[in-house]
């Protein structure tokens, strides 16, 4: 042996980094990090690299991310864990080594061990509209969410993940998103396991054995939803109450039976469908289904209802008819029991784990029952899951396909789609409201009204029976999936929207203007409408303009004045194209009339306002409301309880915000010409001001003229004190 100079060590060290540079360009290799987010319908979530889910985000401001219904307002995530696993009978590794029974479990713990993610790509229908408020665009953040475009494409989004393992068994797994509105609230998915023999990120092949009795399945869990799951409390943020049912148990008796969307939703238990719903917490003193507010103003927060409905099982790798005896598991099971493969060199977990996918319950702790109907007894006895199998992860859905033998080159193909659907945020607001009401008044015995017109005197069947509408709610969500798929995704579609859309405060009025939209040359295109909000974007929207067929403004145009906004006040619009509906006649696919272009695309979540022209005499500044008194909602901006507005004040200078003791608190540049300023009473340390008197200073910034007049208004130095009053 020699020992190596320190030139000879420098050289072998480029080598050595050169064969990496080389050997990284041969084969395609994903971070286990690496997501994809897919935000064009009113469901929208994020998939990762290694082909499931584990939606914890981690960090100080941890939560469960995706599966976000109804993306209008935030806290609607809805996602918790998928499990996905594998199973496979006499298999024979790449080493050599032989194995009785061997599992696959997609999470990001085993990527580089026995999960190889080779390709996570977006693509696009088109290319991502741009949206500017008062100059700022506001859909720069989305722009990178797909990586291409592609004009054929049927759906809005398609993703394609494709992950090679260690069992030469690669999952390929494609997503379509559609913003259409009656088909935005669920996501298309295929899954093609092949045997490629393919058992890490390079090209070669270490195997070439047919795969015998492979079993694909997942367990998945849900929050159902953020918001809903805080208000509940007791780990329902990670779906510790969550409640499984199912349906589909005679799906071979009524697979070839036409459905339309006049078909009644209580004839469609025959859908193949696993979902679920927040449950009862035990530990709650009053029936939370529906995580009514409490503490706030009683709105129901978790109407969600989730979940998958399979739509497609190939008979066998050379008979691609769909098998209505698959899933040959479906049902409920235990969330974090299960058999952990550890680091995948033990055989007692594989078998463990092959003898739960071959639908023998882990621990006996789980069933092919409807886990709601077996264990809840009525309405208004709602018992905790958790109690049921003292499980704390809650309860997954539980699916598995197979058995199957797949041999080398060929593949199994697996459609299912992933849904959710209840009641809207106003039914939510109205129900909770009067729940409350009853809640606080023990003698408030109704009537209440039911769905069907009937009336109760128990506010509980009242609420309950209302949340509990999900139930259709999400089969027809399941309904329209199936159509979709079984027409070789060829829903009716929608107008484009307009490339480009610029809303503008301004003086007098907002003004908005847009693109002509890429369809407007169409036979069917239909016109614009603009939707508006007070306060918040969260909230509900109204139309404020329409043009084109069937609109009182018959003219197409591509502008909207509103004339309408008051000073003070936040605005936010949306602007969707729409066509006449004679695309969309026969009631098959979705209900029949006038279809719009996705509002996502074009929603802004940034507010414009009627700016006031600057003040003239600096004697004219008002502080509105003064004083400002927390619990005067009425008198305070709607949608923004802690702000006020300086007015009248010049068009460029400096507000500094004092206590009364001379403390600064806030710096204020106004630079934008405007008499308006609002503040959010929060100070430049981020802390929400108490009750007491303040002082605001005015400093004019830069001499200024009126155009009309010509008029020195005021110079450049000048300065005014203005007192306001906080009560909290």
């Known amino acids: 042996m020699y020992k190596m100079s320190f030139i000879s060590k420098r050289i072998q060290a480029v080598v050595l980094l050169a064969l990496v540079i080389v050997s990284s360009t041969l084969y395609a290799q994903v971070p286990a990090t690496a997501k994809t987010y897919i935000r064009v319908g009113s469901l929208q979530s994020n998939f990762t690299a290694y082909g499931s889910v584990r939606a914890w985000t981690g960090g100080a401001n941890a939560y469960y991310e995706g599966m976000i219904w109804p993306a209008d307002y935030p806290q609607s995530d809805n996602a918790v864990i998928k499990r996905t696993w594998i199973g496979i009978d006499d298999f024979t590794d790449a080493n050599g080594d032989y194995w009785e029974k061997y599992g696959l479990y997609f999470a990001a713990d085993y990527v580089d061990q026995s999960l190889f993610p ?22 720069e953040n989305y722009a990178d969410d797909y990586d291409k475009v592609d004009p054929n494409l049927i759906a809005d989004r398609r993703v394609v993940n494709e992950i090679n393992t260690s069992a030469g068994l690669t999952m390929r797994r494609t997503i379509y998103a559609f913003s259409q509105q009656y088909h935005d609230n669920y996501f298309l998915k295929e899954y093609v396991l092949k045997n490629t023999g393919n058992v890490d990120y390079d090209d070669d092949i270490e195997l070439q054995q047919t795969l015998k009795g492979v079993y694909f399945s997942w367990g998945t869990r849900y929050s159902a939803c953020r918001e809903g799951a805080y208000a509940i409390g007791d780990g329902q943020s990670w779906g510790k109450h969550f409640v499984v049912t199912k349906r589909g148990e005679t799906y071979a008796q009524n697979y070839t039976t036409p459905i339309t969307e006049s078909t009644p939703l209580s004839s469609l238990e025959w859908l193949r469908a696993v979902f679920g719903w927040a449950g009862q917490a035990g530990r709650n003193s009053f029936d939370n289904i529906g995580a009514p507010l409490v503490k706030g103003s009683g709105r129901l927060a978790s109407p969600q209802h989730v979940g998958t409905v399979t739509l497609h099982v190939d008979k066998g790798a050379t008979n691609s008819e769909d098998d209505p005896m698959q899933p040959s598991v479906s049902g409920w099971h235990a969330g974090d029991t299960y058999p952990s493969l550890g680091n995948m060199q033990n055989v007692t977990p594989m078998k463990e784990l092959y003898t739960m996918l071959s639908g023998n319950p882990y621990k006996g702790l789980g069933g092919t029952n409807r886990f709601d109907e077996t264990y809840i007894k009525s309405l208004t006895f709602q018992k905790d899951p958790f109690t049921v199998h003292d499980d704390g992860g809650g309860t997954n859905m539980w699916v598995v396909y197979g058995p199957f033998d797949i041999p080398f080159g060929d593949s199994i193909v697996i459609w299912e789609a992933e849904g959710v659907n209840g009641l809207n945020r106003q039914m939510c607001e109205t129900i909770g409201r009067r729940w409350k009401e009853a809640y606080l008044n023990s003698s408030d015995q109704g009537p209440f009204v039911l769905p069907d017109g009937s009336t109760t005197k128990d506010k509980d069947v009242y609420k ?27 829903i009716p579609q929608p107008p484009e929207p307009p490339g480009l859309f610029e809303i503008n405060s301004g003086g007098d009025k907002i003004a908005l203007k847009w693109d002509a939209s ?46 309408t906004a008051t000073r003070g006040f936040s605005y936010y619009y949306y602007l969707v194209a729409f066509n006449d509906g004679s695309n969309n006649t026969s009631g098959e696919l979705n209900p029949a009339g006038e279809l719009h272009s996705g509002r996502f695309y074009l929603q802004a979540t940034d507010p414009a306002y009627l700016q006031r022209p600057p003040g003239e005499i600096l004697k004219g500044i008002r502080v509105v409301p003064n004083p400002y008194n927390k ?19 010049p068009a460029y200078c400096t507000i500094k915000i004092y206590t009364e003791r001379g403390d600064l608190i806030k710096t204020i540049e106004h630079t934008n010409g405007s008499g308006d300023e609002p503040w959010n009473l929060v100070s430049s340390t981020r802390q929400t001001i108490v009750s007491g008197l303040y002082i605001a200073y005015f400093e004019v910034t830069k001499d200024y003229i009126d155009l009309s007049s010509g008029k020195l208004l005021y110079k450049k130095g000048e300065k005014i004190y203005k007192k306001f009053v906080v009560v909290r």
């Open 118 to 139: 080779v390709k996570l790509e977006q693509t696009s229908k088109f290319k991502l509209p741009k949206l500017y408020v008062d100059g700022n665009d506001v859909n």
């Open 464 to 490: 309950n029976t209302w949340v509990f509408t999900g139930k259709d709610s999400i089969m027809e969500t399941f309904s329209r999936a199936k159509r979709n798929f079984d027409s070789g995704m060829q």
């Open 518 to 563: 890429p369809s407007e040359g169409n036979t069917d295109f239909g016109g614009y409408r603009v939707f508006r909000a007070v306060g918040k974007p969260d909230t509900t929207y109204e139309e404020v303009f329409a043009c084109g067929k069937n609109t009182e403004h018959a003219e197409i145009v591509h502008e909207f004045n509103d004339f």
């Open 631 to 649: 619990g005067a909602k009425l008198y305070n901006y709607p949608g923004e309880p802690n702000k006020i507005t300086f007015l009248n004040i």
